[in-house]
Nanobody, 114 residues
Framework: QVQLVESGGGLVQPGGSLRLSCAAS????????VGWYRQVPGKPRGLVAD???????TYVDSVKGRFTISRDNAKNTVYLQMNSLKPEDTAVYYC????????WGQGTQVTVSS
């Protein structure tokens, strides 16, 4: 039912910024919790940030103060603004929409390197 299309990944220098976008199909987006996970080689996928329909947000400690999650229900899109990027932020970032079933995007690569 739900399709998620991610964009915005790429290569950036330490201290730089990127904004990830995830656009969802369907009518369930506005009432769903949506968020971002990331995965590096050899480690399991972990939560970066999420946001509820009531705009309650959650962040992993390592990104607090640097990343901001937001949503635009008119566009069925969730964003992750990433500032002050560090090499350890390098990962594949995945969008998730959570209902009775978890819908995942295909992932977008973020590489932070000088």
């Amino acid at each position: 039912q739900v399709q998620l299309v991610e964009s915005g990944g790429g290569l950036v220098q330490p201290g730089g910024s990127l904004r990830l976008s995830c656009a969802a199909s369907g009518s369930i987006f506005s009432v769903a919790r949506v968020g971002w996970y990331r995965q590096v080689p050899g480690k399991p996928r972990g939560l970066v940030a999420d946001i509820t329909s009531a705009l309650t947000t959650t962040y992993v400690d390592s990104v607090k103060g640097r990343f901001t999650i937001s949503r635009d229900n008119a566009k069925n899109t969730v964003y992750l603004q990433m500032n002050s990027l560090k090499p350890e932020d390098t990962a594949v970032y995945y969008c998730i929409l959570r209902t009775n079933y978890d819908f995942w995007g295909q992932g977008t690569q973020v590489t932070v390197s000088s």
